[in-house]
């Protein structure tokens, strides 16, 4: 066991910082108040080769391991969550899959400019009925011979609005039921197409959500990823990544409101002494340290299980559920810490408070990590 | 054109200042180290001129003065862009003995111009760039806000007390440079990252050379006292403990 980060990795941790801190948070507050996709940042993410670094060289990615990205999440998560969403949906959810089990046409042709940054993924998965159970897919592919034929609604769909490049889920065969699914590649421009507004949320309000409706949309044959039927188990398969990404997410949003409460605590006094040294203080500063850095062996063990090669389904579900609850309690913690002070935005708790809120909710809520990871349990 | 870029390995700026063995050396441990901050700027700059398609400059490379620990430091500085990198392997003692070995790789393999920053954040010696110089018969130019090449020529400006000074250098030059170079550090990019593995990092032997100056202790500044606050009517009071108690007046 080695518990010492490469050199690359921790070059790569440090650009992520710098970018956060020099290019993120200047402006975070008016993009999460006025709900501002992030245009100007979203290029530099591009620029810096973050959107596609987990993409292999050959396919213009960064050719990064799973650590690395960890590392990046975590530091730019710290700063503005908004952001790193479009980041871990880009690599994760779209570009893994089309790494994986996409055929050299598509690689060339979806994966490369997604690596590059130059177009964006999105994942559509979940439906107005169809969430936490994904199965009951209503959005049909109906094979038309040379192509097929998509209706249906997709629902909550991060990038919606700024994704070229789409992976849809559709059932091709309702009497196979979720063997019956399909992915599909789609131009987000095709005809037939429209993107709902934006959703007023919570928190991330920078990153776009939107619902997608599809109406007599044709996508080629060519387009689908994997073989006939495969849409379920490759979305369920990119979740497990795709879950390292918001685990590491949810571990920066820790990582930052406890950094900004250390801080704070250092330099607010009350009744005499800087509020550290009040021992009901401190150990809530205590806690919050422990579970970061036990919210951080799991991303990073789940990281490592996946570069190894070896299973890391049951990790990346533990390191989402534990890291999202973990970033709920922190940050509710951070803005106690900061009194009055934090529950207003100048001094971000509140907006990492809201953010926090989300990473227990996507990419299968904490109820449906407990069921992935009981399950895994059973022999 | 060569540009090469003197590069610093210096302690992060939020470090806490701590010595050892009697206050006779600097307590390393634990500290992470930079490329000092003024040379990652006279790269980023050195960078931009490569990069200005109406510039001939074909190469950038970067040199330090140090021990093997330091080439994280250098391939940083290859993940930026920098094509070569080269390590003189000798413990950086001054800047008399830092300018020397510099130089004398110069004189084998010369440079049309060579970057300095104007000081390093952890010494400020603010005197490398200028031995360079005058090791070399290079033109030299201190506290350089500017660099353009127009041809073969190069322009610069430099700040001076209320304003600034347009001068045109001739080849080889030393610039030393001060802050306003460039706008921002580059970050790398996740490319440049992977790409630095690649990129040569020569370390060239240390050449024979008299120190002449050696370092006996170092002494921290005295903490600073708390402050004070004194009501606004009361001025009396204040004249009194700047007299009595900062026995300052
Ligand atoms: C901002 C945002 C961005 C999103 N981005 C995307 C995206 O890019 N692509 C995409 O496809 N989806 C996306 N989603 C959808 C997200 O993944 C779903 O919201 C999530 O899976 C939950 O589904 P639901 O909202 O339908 O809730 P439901 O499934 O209706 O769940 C409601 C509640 O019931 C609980 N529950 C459900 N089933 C069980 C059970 N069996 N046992 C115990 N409890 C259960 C849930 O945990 C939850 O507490 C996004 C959502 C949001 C809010």
Redesign the pocket.
């Given at each position: 066991m080695n518990f010492e980060f490469t050199e690359e990795q921790l070059m790569i941790r440090d650009a992520a910082r710098d970018f956060a801190q020099r290019e993120l948070l200047p402006g975070v507050i008016e993009r999460d108040e006025k709900s501002e996709y992030p245009t100007e940042q979203v290029k530099r993410l591009a620029d810096l080769g973050f959107l596609g670094m987990l993409v292999g060289l050959e396919y213009d990615g960064g050719g990064m391991d799973t650590i690395s990205y960890v590392l990046a999440m975590e530091e730019i998560s710290k700063v503005d969550s908004s952001v790193s969403?479009i980041m871990s949906?880009n690599n994760s959810?779209v570009c893994w899959g089309v790494e994986k089990y996409g055929t050299e046409e598509q690689k060339q042709k979806f994966l490369k400019p997604m690596a590059r940054g130059e177009k964006i993924g999105?994942?559509?998965?979940?439906?107005?009925?169809?969430?936490?159970?994904?199965t009951s897919q209503r959005t049909t592919a109906v094979d038309m011979g040379d192509h097929y034929l998509v209706n249906g609604t997709?629902?909550?769909?991060?990038?919606?609005k700024s994704a070229s490049i789409y992976i849809v889920?559709a059932q091709t065969h309702p009497e196979l039921k979720h063997k019956g699914i399909n992915a599909l590649l789609v131009d987000s421009k095709s005809e037939g197409i429209t993107v709902g507004s934006h959703?007023n949320?919570m928190?991330?309000r920078a990153?776009d959500?939107c619902s997608v409706m599809f109406n007599n949309v044709k996508v080629p044959k060519e387009n689908r990823l994997g073989e006939e039927g495969f849409g379920f188990k490759l979305?369920m398969q990119s979740l497990e990544g795709g879950r390292i990404g918001i685990a590491s997410q949810a571990l920066g949003i820790a990582s930052g409101a406890y950094e900004l409460a250390l801080k704070y605590a250092q330099e607010r006094k009350a009744f005499g002494k800087e509020i550290i040294h009040h021992q009901a203080i401190a150990f809530k500063l205590a806690d919050m340290a422990v579970e970061i850095e036990a919210a951080r062996f799991f991303c990073l063990k789940a990281a490592w299980l996946k570069d190894q090669g070896k299973p890391y389904g049951q990790a990346s579900a533990m390191a989402k559920l534990y890291a999202a609850e973990t970033a709920m309690k922190v940050t509710t913690e951070a803005v106690q810490i900061h009194g009055g002070y934090g529950y207003v935005k100048e001094y971000h708790v509140e907006r990492l408070m809201r953010d926090a809120k989300?990473t227990q909710?996507?990419?299968?809520?904490?109820?449906?990590q407990?069921?992935v990871i009981s399950r895994g349990l059973v022999d | 054109m060569k540009i090469l870029v003197c590069i610093s390995n210096v302690p992060d700026t939020t470090t806490k200042v701590k010595f050892k063995e009697d206050s006779t050396l600097f307590d390393d441990s634990g500290v992470q180290w930079i490329i000092n901050p003024w040379d990652e700027l006279a790269l980023t700059r050195a960078l931009e001129l490569k990069e200005d398609a109406g510039n001939s400059v074909d190469e950038v490379s970067v040199i330090h003065v140090g021990g093997a620990q330091t080439d994280a430091t250098l391939r940083k500085a290859l993940a930026i862009g920098a094509d070569k990198a080269f390590r003189i392997d000798a413990c950086a003692a001054d800047a008399y003995y830092v300018a020397g070995q510099i130089a004398a790789y110069l004189k084998e393999n010369p440079f049309d111009i060579v970057f300095s920053g104007i000081e390093s954040s952890d010494y400020n010696g603010s005197s490398v760039g200028a031995m360079i110089a005058e090791f070399m018969d290079y033109s030299g130019v201190s506290s350089v806000t500017s660099v353009n090449l127009d041809g073969d020529d190069v322009i610069l400006y430099r700040a001076i007390p209320g304003g600034k000074q347009k001068i045109k250098a001739e080849l080889p030059l030393v610039a030393v440079v001060q802050k306003g170079i460039a706008k921002e550090p580059r970050i790398p990019a996740m490319r440049g990252i992977m790409m630095a593995r690649k990129k040569p990092l020569e370390v060239i032997a240390a050449t024979e050379m008299e120190m002449l100056t050696r370092s006996v202790k170092f002494e921290l500044p005295k903490a600073k006292g708390a402050c004070k606050m004194i009501d606004a009517g009361h001025v009396e009071q204040l004249v009194e403990l700047l007299k009595n108690e900062a026995k300052v007046l």
């Open positions: 969403v949906v959810l999105a994942f559509l998965l979940s439906e107005p009925e169809a969430g936490s159970d994904a997709k629902n909550w769909i991060t990038n919606g889920m959703e949320k928190g991330m990153s959500t979305a989300l909710i996507y990419e299968g809520t904490s109820e449906i407990k069921i | -």
